[in-house]
């Protein structure tokens, strides 16, 4: 079993819809960073929390380290927005563990 | 600054073949990780260093070996190719706290 578990796998919606991407894991961590990958694209950090809530933009993080969930929630979602979204754990060491990723695709 | 790049960006080797992977990064990074992604699968870690002239094991190391002569550089060798080393290898760099990782654009590796 996957440490950490994302869902859903795959999400459409119309562009203007608030979306809510979930991922939870099973070990106690350092950090969760959520990160975004275009088709084809690299890989770029959107957020790194230990705590509380982040936003940028139109986009907000919530972690609950009692629970070990965290939430990627994106308001007012456009099809640029169309990507494929990792959430991804720190322990105690250096390295990080990843989700399977989020599969979003926002139509016009 | 070019943050972390990759050399090549695409590559067809045939089974057997041998082939080096270069990582650079200008961020005076501790740390650096080459990772593969999969179709269904999360990146995983093949093998990480933590400062120059040390490496250490990640997750599926089997088939690659790597040196990090240089602390902006991380090197990362196929000796034989299979078919099974065809992914998409990452790598990334980051300071030695929590801080996040940056990843470099990727390279795509076919074996034939």
């Known amino acids: 079993k996957n440490e950490v578990e994302q869902s859903p796998q795959n999400l459409t919606a119309q562009e203007g819809e608030f979306i809510t991407i979930n991922c939870s894991y099973s070990?106690?961590?350092?950090?969760l960073h959520w990160l975004q990958q275009h088709p084809g694209g690299g890989i770029v950090s959107l957020f790194m929390?230990?705590?509380g809530k982040k936003k940028h933009g139109r986009l907000i993080a919530t972690i609950n380290i009692q629970e070990k969930h965290s939430s990627l929630h994106i308001t007012a979602s456009h099809p640029r927005d169309s990507a494929v979204y990792i959430c991804?754990?720190?322990?105690?060491?250096?390295?990080?563990?990843f989700g399977k990723g989020t599969l979003l695709t926002v139509n016009p | 600054n070019a943050g972390v790049t990759q050399t090549p960006k695409f590559r067809v080797l045939k089974t057997g073949q041998s082939m080096t992977l270069l990582c650079a990064q200008d961020m005076n990074h501790e740390y650096m990780y080459w990772y593969r992604q999969d179709p269904g699968m999360g990146l995983r870690l093949i093998h990480y260093s933590v400062g120059e002239g040390t490496t250490a094991k990640g997750e599926v190391p089997d088939g690659y070996n790597v040196s990090r002569l240089k602390k902006q550089n991380f090197l990362l060798g196929l000796e034989s190719a299979a078919p099974s080393q065809t992914s998409v290898y990452f790598c990334?760099?980051?300071?030695?706290?929590?801080?996040?990782?940056?990843f470099g654009p990727g390279t795509r590796l076919t074996v034939l």
């Open positions: 070990v106690g961590i350092s950090a």
């Open positions: 990334a760099s980051s300071p030695p706290d929590l801080g996040e990782q940056f």
């Open positions: 991804a754990v720190k322990g105690s060491n250096y390295k990080l563990t």
């Open positions: 929390l230990s705590s």
